[in-house]
C-alpha cells in the first residue's frame, strides 16, 4: 500500500530465457492498493508458449505513482500514445492512466535489453527526481 503523499515507480520485467517460454508455468500478480490489483498466468496448457508469445523475448510492467512522478507519467503516457502500434513493431506498449495520475504501462520486446532499453527511456528524469542515478553501478559492487 501506498501512504498518501507517497510516490512509487515500480518495473518488473520477464525473460523468454534460455529454453525461449519453455517453462512449465508462470504466474505472477502485481498489487498496489487501491491503484492495481492485477494477476496473469502463461501456462502451456492454454497454447504453445512460444507460438503464443511469437517474436517477443521479453514482457514488461511500468508502474508509476505519487506526487514525485506525475510529470514522468504524464511524458510517457504521451510518448506511448504517440507511438504507432500495429503488427510488425519491434516493440509494443499500452499505456493505461489509474486513479490519482498513476500510470501502469506494458510492454513487449524480442528482447530483454530492447525492453530495459525503452524502460530506461522512459525513466531518463529519475535520476533528476530522485537526486540519484538507480543505474549508478557502486564501485565496491562492481569489483
Do not use: K, N
Request: proline share 8%; with cysteine; charged share 20%.
Amino acid at each position: 500500500s501506498l501512504a498518501p503523499g507517497s510516490s512509487l515507480a515500480l518495473w518488473e520485467v520477464l525473460s523468454a530465457g534460455r529454453e525461449r517460454w519453455g517453462f512449465t508455468r508462470c504466474e505472477s500478480s502485481l498489487r498496489v492498493p487501491p491503484l492495481l490489483d492485477e494477476r496473469w498466468l502463461l501456462d502451456p496448457e492454454h497454447g504453445p508458449l512460444e507460438e503464443r508469445m511469437g517474436r517477443f523475448g521479453a514482457i514488461g510492467t511500468l508502474l508509476l505513482a505519487g506526487p514525485l512522478f506525475a510529470g514522468l507519467a504524464q511524458g510517457v503516457r504521451d510518448r506511448v500514445d504517440a507511438a504507432p502500434a500495429g503488427g510488425g513493431s519491434a516493440l509494443l506498449e499500452s499505456a493505461s492512466p489509474l486513479r490519482d495520475g498513476a500510470l501502469v504501462v506494458r510492454a513487449a520486446a524480442p528482447s530483454v535489453q530492447q525492453l530495459v532499453q525503452r524502460l530506461r527511456h522512459h525513466l531518463a528524469a529519475l535520476p533528476s527526481l530522485l537526486g540519484d542515478d538507480p543505474w549508478r553501478l557502486d564501485a565496491s559492487v562492481a569489483a
